[in-house]
């Protein structure tokens, strides 16, 4: 806290819908040009945080600054520093990629020759220059979520928020886009990556965060979060799940063992 290399500043950040308090007072910081990998079970609290410092969500109570800026107070500024790859696509099928930037750039002030311009170099840039007048429509998913990250980028933010890019995607789609936030990271942008595959995280980010049921259970490095537990070769996976559990989280997760003890004849093996 109050680092000046500090892009976003959160200070006992909490969200509650109705009863159910979805993130529970975190405090941390990013500094600026890193990859922040934001990682926790399904449920955990990762999105809702994420569209707190978009200024999407008003938090119930605590303080966050992006670029400076506080997210309740001034969030107009804050957008004018910030890129989301949000978890739903927004794309226009009817549209070429091209013109969904155009229209995307339309809304967010960008004069019309800037955003052509920009829009190209971010299109090469994810290798989809080939399909930039092609109907959206037509598109692979990873294709069209290739679109999407240029849209987020169109307004040459600061710091982008990438909440699961990488979801549903092929290894050569994942392979290209995690390359391409290698090379958003080298360009100096501060990138905060949520991911449920673990070895994505552990290879791009220089600092890892781990919520669970709204609550920070552990932040460092890739590196010192294995090295923090008494396995030899740890990965990442065994740091997460030996600080998460390994009961699953969906409401019904307490019929998985018997369904599985079926399956293998009553033997359910815990591993
Ligand atoms: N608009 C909302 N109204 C009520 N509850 C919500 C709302 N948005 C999220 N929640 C709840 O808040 C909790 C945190 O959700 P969130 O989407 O932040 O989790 P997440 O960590 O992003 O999970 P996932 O990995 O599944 O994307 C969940 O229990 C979710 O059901
Ligand atoms: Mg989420």
Redo the contacts with the bound molecule.
């Keep these: 806290m109050n680092d000046s290399s500090d892009i976003i500043e959160v200070k006992n950040l909490t969200?509650k819908?109705?009863d159910?308090t979805?993130?529970d007072g975190i405090s941390f910081s990013v500094r600026e040009g890193e990859v922040f990998g934001f990682l926790?079970?399904?449920?955990?609290?990762?999105?809702?945080?994420?569209?707190m410092l978009c200024t999407l969500?008003r938090p119930t109570s605590g303080q966050a600054l992006v670029s400076g800026q506080d997210v309740v107070k001034s969030p107009s500024e804050v957008r004018k520093h910030i890129g989301l790859v949000a978890?739903k696509l927004i794309l226009y099928d009817r549209l070429t990629a091209m013109e969904n930037l155009k229209f995307f750039g339309s809304l967010y002030h960008i004069p019309k020759q800037e955003v052509v311009a920009r829009a190209t170099k971010w299109l090469k840039a994810l290798e989809m220059e080939k399909w930039q007048d092609k109907m959206a429509g037509t598109f692979s998913t990873g294709m069209k979520q290739r679109v999407n990250i240029a849209r987020a980028l169109l307004t040459e933010p600061e710091v982008i928020f990438l909440?699961?890019p990488t979801l549903g995607l092929d290894p050569q789609t994942s392979r290209s886009i995690r390359n391409f936030i290698d090379d958003l990271h080298a360009h100096g942008v501060t990138v905060i990556l949520?991911t449920?595959i673990m070895p994505e995280a552990d290879e791009l980010s220089d600092n890892i965060a781990i919520?669970d049921h709204?609550k920070i259970i552990a932040m460092d490095t890739p590196q010192n979060l294995k090295a923090s537990i008494k396995k030899d070769n740890a990965t990442l996976e065994d740091v997460f799940l030996r600080l998460t559990g390994r009961d699953m989280?969906e409401d019904s997760h307490e019929h998985i063992p018997s369904a599985r003890a079926h399956m293998f004849g009553g033997k359910s093996r815990v591993r």
């Design positions: 969200k819908f109705k159910l979805a993130v926790g079970p399904n449920g955990a609290g990762k999105t809702t945080t994420i569209k969500l978890e909440d699961e949520t449920h919520i709204g989280r």
